[in-house]
């Protein structure tokens, strides 16, 4: 059963960067498409971004389309999400999670859910 661990939330003004990881335990990672949730108060946990197992193929909301950027490293059996530009709206609990589906959009989609890491974004 792979775990998945998220890092690297904080605190970041306006317009800034910031990446959070999602590290992830078990020997068949690569056998596992990867995606970014996040979860705002009061609001429904939404997509973010998707990569495949292999890290080739990558996809994005179009909300965070050209700002953020989700990578892998199969070797390390971590993920990443490298968020710029942010916007006080990216403020949210940042979860990653992993299915064997294939890329998917939907949270039912995925079986494997790591605990979240809060990201937020102030003016």
């Known amino acids: 059963q792979v775990q998945l661990v998220e890092s690297g939330g904080g605190l970041v003004q306006a317009g800034g960067s910031l990446r959070v990881s999602c590290a992830a335990s078990?020997?068949?990672?690569?056998?596992?498409?990867m995606g970014w949730f996040r979860q705002a108060p009061g609001k429904d946990r939404e997509f973010v971004a998707a990569?495949?197992?292999?890290?080739?193929?990558?996809t994005y909301a179009a909300s965070v389309k050209g700002r953020f950027a989700m990578s892998r490293d199969n070797a390390k059996n971590t993920v990443y999400l490298q968020m710029s530009s942010l916007k006080l709206e990216d403020t949210a609990v940042y979860y990653c999670?992993?299915?064997?589906?294939?890329?998917?959009?939907?949270?039912?989609?995925?079986?494997?859910w790591g605990q979240g890491t809060q990201v937020t974004v102030s003016s």
């Open positions: 078990g020997r068949t990672f690569s056998a596992y498409a």
């Open positions: 990569i495949s197992g292999s890290g080739l193929s990558e």
């Open positions: 999670a992993g299915t064997t589906r294939g890329l998917r959009f939907g949270v039912s989609d995925y079986d494997l």
